[in-house]
C-alpha cells in the first residue's frame, strides 16, 4: 500500500552541526508535505512545509527539499542545538482528501553537547 | 502553548469503564482531529471533524465514539476497551479543512488496564 516512511529511526548529532533527516513516499499523488517535531511530553508541533511544485523551502534555520523525481523529502537542520533533540515526523497530505495527512514512523534526533 | 488543551492527561480504565477525554481549542479554528499514537507507529488519524460535521472516520471501532458540540471543543467517548487501546490519544485543529497546518494538543496518555 502506499505510505510514508524514514530512512532512519534515529540520529544522532554533534551540537552545532548540521542535521539531515530524510523521508521517503510513495504517493505519487501528494502535493503537499509537512515536518513536524514532537519533543517528549508534548503534541506534534508545525515545523515547515512544502508544496509539490517546489523543491526548495527555507524557515529560520530549516530547510526543505523535495525530489519528486525519487519521491524523497528531507529536513535540514543548520547548527543543531540541544533544543532540536526531538522525533521528527515527516507527513503528506493527499489531494484526493484534504483531511487525509498521512505522518511518516518519525526519526529520533538526539543532540550530543 | 499551540492553543489546544487536552484533558485529563493520563487516564488509566478498566476495559469495563466508560470514559471520556476532552479537547478545546482558542484558535478560532474549524477543523478538528483525533489521532491515536502508539509505541513504534505512525500517528493514526481517526476521526475529523469540520464545522462540527464529521467528515472522516478512518474504521475506528465502535468503542470510540467522538462528539464535537461546537468547533471549539471535541470529545472523544471511550467504553469497553481493550488493553491495545492504550496509546496516546492527541487532538489537533486547523483553520478549516483547507488549511494543511494543525496545531496539535499534548495528549492524553491512557493505559487501560
Known amino acids: 500500500g502506499e505510505s510514508v516512511g524514514l530512512h532512519l529511526p534515529t540520529l544522532s548529532v554533534q551540537e552545532g552541526d548540521n542535521s539531515i533527516i530524510n523521508c521517503a513516499y510513495s504517493?505519487?499523488?501528494?502535493?503537499?508535505f509537512i515536518w513536524y517535531k514532537q519533543e517528549s511530553g508534548k503534541g506534534p508541533q508545525f515545523i515547515i512545509d512544502?508544496?509539490?511544485?517546489?523543491d526548495k523551502r527555507q524557515g529560520q534555520r530549516v530547510t526543505v527539499l523535495l525530489n519528486k523525481t525519487v519521491k524523497h523529502l528531507s529536513l535540514q537542520i543548520a547548527a543543531t542545538q540541544p533544543g532540536d533533540s526531538a522525533v521528527y515526523f515527516c507527513?503528506?497530505?493527499?489531494?484526493?482528501?484534504?483531511?487525509?495527512?498521512?505522518f511518516g514512523p518519525g526519526t529520533s534526533l538526539s543532540v550530543i553537547p | 502553548e499551540t492553543g489546544v488543551t487536552q484533558t485529563p492527561r493520563h487516564l488509566v480504565m478498566g476495559m469495563t469503564n466508560k470514559k471520556s477525554l476532552k479537547c478545546e481549542q482558542h484558535?478560532?479554528?474549524?477543523?478538528m482531529y483525533w489521532y491515536k499514537q502508539s509505541a513504534k507507529k505512525p500517528l493514526e488519524l481517526m476521526f475529523v471533524?469540520?464545522?462540527?460535521?464529521?467528515?472522516e472516520n478512518n474504521s475506528v471501532p465502535s468503542r470510540f465514539s467522538p462528539e464535537c458540540p461546537n468547533s471549539s471543543h471535541l470529545f472523544l467517548h471511550l467504553h469497553t476497551l481493550q488493553p491495545e487501546d492504550s496509546a496516546l490519544y492527541l487532538c489537533?485543529?486547523?483553520?478549516?479543512?483547507?488549511?494543511?497546518?494543525?496545531?496539535f494538543g499534548p495528549g492524553t496518555r491512557l493505559t487501560v488496564t
Open positions: 489537533a485543529s486547523s483553520q478549516d479543512g483547507d488549511s494543511y497546518e494543525q496545531y
Open positions: 504517493n505519487s499523488a501528494s502535493d503537499y
Open positions: 512544502i508544496r509539490s511544485n517546489m
Open positions: 507527513a503528506e497530505n493527499m489531494k484526493t482528501s484534504y483531511d487525509k495527512v498521512i
Open positions: 484558535l478560532g479554528h474549524n477543523a
Open positions: 471533524y469540520n464545522f462540527k460535521e464529521q467528515t
